[in-house]
């Protein structure tokens, strides 16, 4: 079965920071390009950074310099590390990529940035 498992997420205080792990089966994550979008409340679906097969990176202006994703292709895991969280940064994160031209997402993982 093909699927995307995310995790690590939670509350946390503005300024901190929380690492998400976007765990594949079924597919080898470096071959292809792998996404991370976000869903604040109230908020349309947002791309804020990829990670191509060749482990070049993209990073949305909004996150760029505080983000930072990346792979470990012997675990087939996806991570995104994030720093210095801002409370309008609440929402469900999620990972995503395209599979047979399906798009393929994970269930998400809730990150509430509060005090």
């Known amino acids: 079965q093909v699927q995307l498992v995310e995790s690590g997420g939670g509350l946390v205080e503005p300024g901190g920071s929380l690492r998400l792990s976007c765990a594949a089966s079924g597919i080898m994550l470096k071959a292809y390009t792998m996404h991370w979008y976000r869903q604040g409340p109230g908020k349309q679906r947002e791309l804020i950074a990829n990670i191509f097969s060749d482990g070049v990176s993209y990073y949305d202006d909004s996150v760029k310099g505080r983000f930072t994703v990346s792979r470990d292709d012997v675990k087939n895991t996806m991570y995104l590390q994030m720093n210095s969280l801002k409370p309008e940064e609440t929402a469900v994160y999620y990972c995503?990529?395209?599979?047979?031209?399906?798009?393929?997402w994970g269930q998400g993982t809730q990150v509430t940035v509060s005090s």
């Open positions: 995503n990529t395209v599979y047979k031209t399906q798009d393929l």
